[in-house]
């Protein structure tokens, strides 16, 4: 399973764009690279999911560069309810591929 | 309708209690996880189970013991409650083919043993 490494907590401010970057040097080739978002009492939520280049839906946008050794999730003019934990994860499609999500980057979206 | 949802939201108990919580998907989804997030926000699986069947057992103590009577359903009973066993536990599904894995988690159920 690749490890993966994002910052710990990051700040914005209302309608900015943010982007969250996260290392996984070891990525298989097999593997594809998740987003999750987290509010508090609540459970992760999917928010996207790429293997190269760059994805886009209602949400966010996901950029992988060719080596594949990172990813950026970029969320386009954040919201106060943007703020929340943001998990990267990596794996393949077999069953509890995704063990461990780890501390996650918790953004924080002020006024 | 929840896609995921699991029963009780909160479980308060005393140590030594025997308690359960419940998980159903209405996804049609063949794989069903419990995942513990403690104190500090780390998300780790438990169990997994595929069609019933149980495919990934992390290691967790013998008091905790999932049931799956169909694939709609992943219930999890924990005998003689300690108490680190206190967090949240989740309840996820996910339908396995192309691409990477998808995880869909239930809202949580925060257990509190004292």
């Known amino acids: 399973l690749a490890k993966t490494t994002q910052p710990i907590s990051m700040d914005s401010y209302e309608g900015q764009e943010v982007n969250i970057t996260c290392s996984h040097n070891?990525?298989?080739?097999?593997?594809?690279i998740t987003w999750y978002q987290q509010f508090p009492s609540q459970g992760p939520r999917f928010i996207i999911q790429g293997y190269k280049t760059k994805v886009t839906n209602e949400v966010a946008s996901l950029f992988i560069p060719a080596d594949r050794k990172s990813s950026t999730l970029s969320l386009p003019r954040v919201s106060l309810s943007d703020t929340a934990v943001y998990y990267c994860l990596v794996g393949d499609s077999n069953a509890g591929n995704m063990l461990t999500f780890g501390g996650g980057t918790r953004l924080m979206v002020k006024p | 309708d929840t896609a995921v949802s699991q029963t009780p939201k909160y479980l308060v108990t005393q140590m030594g209690n025997d308690k359960s919580i419940k998980c159903e998907q209405n996804?049609?989804?063949?794989?069903m996880y419990w995942y513990k997030q403690d104190s500090k926000k780390f998300l780790k699986i438990m169990f997994s189970y595929n069609n019933k069947e149980l495919i990934i057992n992390e290691t967790v103590p013998n008091r905790f013991s999932p049931k799956s009577p169909d694939k709609a359903h992943l219930n999890l009973h924990i005998n003689s409650l300690e108490l680190g066993d206190s967090a949240v536990y989740f309840c996820?599904?996910?339908?396995?083919?192309?691409?990477?894995?998808?995880?869909?988690f239930g809202s949580g159920t925060q257990l509190s043993v004292l």
């Open positions: 996804l049609g989804h063949d794989t």
């Open positions: 996820a599904s996910s339908q396995l083919g192309q691409g990477g894995e998808k995880l869909f």
């Open positions: 070891n990525i298989a080739t097999n593997d594809y």
